[in-house]
């Protein structure tokens, strides 16, 4: 079965760290951009930062400095360094990616999405 797994999350200090991991698992041909997003109680989701297969990286113009997105090709992974965190990043954080697999015999290709993974910054 193909799926997004995120970990990584917590709880942690206002100026402090936090990493996390997204995982691809199942028989997967190749994947396409990746992307984080986060979701905050009462509010729409929204973009965090996206990275092509190639490397090229786009940041939401609030978290440019401070977050850092990275991916491994060979392992399937995709990484976001956060740093100096504050309580506005308090939020769901998904993982996003353009999967293409077999499916009963044809090439599939199509956007998953992770379950999310919370990160709560406290003061």
């Known amino acids: 079965q193909v799926q997004l797994v995120e970990s990584g999350g917590g709880l942690v200090q206002t100026g402090g760290s936090l990493r996390l991991s997204c995982a691809a698992s199942?028989?997967?041909?190749?994947?396409?951009?990746m992307g984080w997003y986060r979701q905050a109680p009462g509010k729409e989701r929204e973009l965090v930062a996206t990275?092509?297969?190639?490397?090229?990286?786009n940041y939401a113009d609030s978290l440019k400095g401070r977050f850092t997105i990275s991916r491994d090709n060979a392992k399937k992974t995709m990484d976001l360094q956060m740093n100096n965190v504050k309580p506005e990043d308090t939020a769901l954080y998904y993982c996003n990616a353009q999967l293409t697999f077999v499916r009963v015999g044809i090439v599939t290709s199509r956007d998953y999405w992770g379950q999310g993974t919370q990160v709560t910054v406290v003061s």
């Open positions: 990275i092509t297969a190639d490397g090229s990286t």
């Open positions: 199942g028989i997967i041909l190749s994947i396409g951009d």
